[in-house]
């Protein structure tokens, strides 16, 4: 919401004209309280953004002010990127996505989509498996898109969120150049907290870059096609190093004085560097060891006590989707119990 000093009343207008006005002026702000809360800084970056967006972009200047004038700061937004899920430890963050339910729905989701899934995995070397996993994970198999809207998570996050503004103003600028590309209406599209849209929840930069036309329709539509949802899946883990038919993961025992020399990764994504080799001449108890040439990387999470796993360049590629070692995990999981025969008695 704008909001402008009153212009002073002409001298002929009386002391209590002034005092309604006044007055007016005064419930006014009290029947707005949230935007006491806005960072001073909002509205002067959000006018620098607009400015950038006519100059670099072409957009008409009265269009995209207005639409920016619309644009509202969340709170609530900030307080969810303090927080988020990747800061729990890999016991609690693994019990929230691998369910029996989520299990269930994602063998549905397989059979009911299985020539797709096949069709993608020729093309891109992914299996269906991982692809189902990650749409699991992400929207609950497009249950759950996201509440917020886009435009109001990127302008709260690019204008308002100091540590990591420059990267969410790319991202809304790329946003609005997506919806100009797509024919969206960019005040109607809704996300997660952090701007991320569809049944795979992408950024708008890597919908821009990275999302297919996999049912050849003309559209990337990332929120109606399912064919376009799987291909823009494998499409994405392709174009970020995954290797056909190539393991993803294989937990390891370290005992002692093992591993020394090493380096030893925890959440944050650790690319492959080291080879099993190494591994296992440093004493890493690696299970399914195939191939000693195989890069990989050794992490130690946070389970029922420490938890180690050896990770492959297909594991670093799912690190790209969602730049979390907890992340990655959750999805090879998830995928290997989708895979899996269900138990006599399950679905």
Not at 263 to 278: F, I, M, T
Request: no cysteine; aromatic share 10%.
């Amino acid at each position: 919401m704008h909001t402008r000093e009153p212009s002073a009343p002409p001298p002929a207008v009386g002391a209590s004209v002034t005092r309604s006005l006044a007055l007016t002026l005064l419930l006014a702000l009290l029947a707005v309280p949230a935007l006491a809360s806005v960072p001073s800084s909002y509205a002067a970056e959000r006018a620098r953004f607009v400015n950038e967006m006519v100059e670099r972009h072409g957009f008409e200047r009265g269009a995209i002010a207005q639409l920016m004038g619309g644009a509202r700061y969340q709170q609530s937004i900030v307080d969810a990127m303090n927080r988020p899920y990747e800061g729990k430890p890999w016991r609690v963050y693994r019990e929230l996505f691998i369910t029996p339910e989520r299990i269930t729905r994602g063998r549905r989701f397989m059979g009911e989509h299985a020539a797709l899934l096949q069709q993608a995995e020729v093309a891109y070397g992914v299996p269906a498996e991982i692809i189902t996993a990650i749409i699991g994970i992400e929207t609950n198999y497009g249950e759950t898109l996201g509440e917020h809207r886009v435009i109001d998570a990127l302008s709260t996050l690019g204008f308002a969120y100091p540590r990591r503004a420059a990267f969410f103003r790319k991202e809304l600028e790329s946003f609005l150049l997506l919806a100009r590309e797509e024919q969206l209406e960019p005040e109607r599209v809704r996300g997660s907290y952090a701007g991320a849209v569809g049944k795979p929840q992408f950024i708008p930069s890597s919908y821009r870059a990275y999302a297919v036309d996999f049912d050849r329709d003309g559209r990337r539509d990332l929120w109606s096609s399912d064919a376009d949802v799987i291909g823009s899946v494998a499409a994405y883990l392709a174009q970020h190093g995954w290797r056909r038919g190539q393991p993803i993961a294989s937990p390891a025992r370290v005992d002692g004085a093992a591993a020394r020399g090493v380096a030893l990764g925890g959440k944050r994504p650790l690319e492959p560097n080291a080879r099993v080799g190494d591994l296992l001449a440093a004493g890493v108890d690696v299970a399914d060891a195939d191939d000693p040439e195989t890069r990989a990387a050794l992490i130690k999470l946070d389970g029922e006590g420490p938890e180690y796993w050896v990770t492959y360049p297909n594991f670093y590629a799912i690190t790209r989707y969602n730049h979390s070692n907890l992340y990655a995990l959750a999805a090879y999981q998830l995928s290997q119990a989708i895979a899996a025969e269900p138990t006599r008695g399950g679905d």
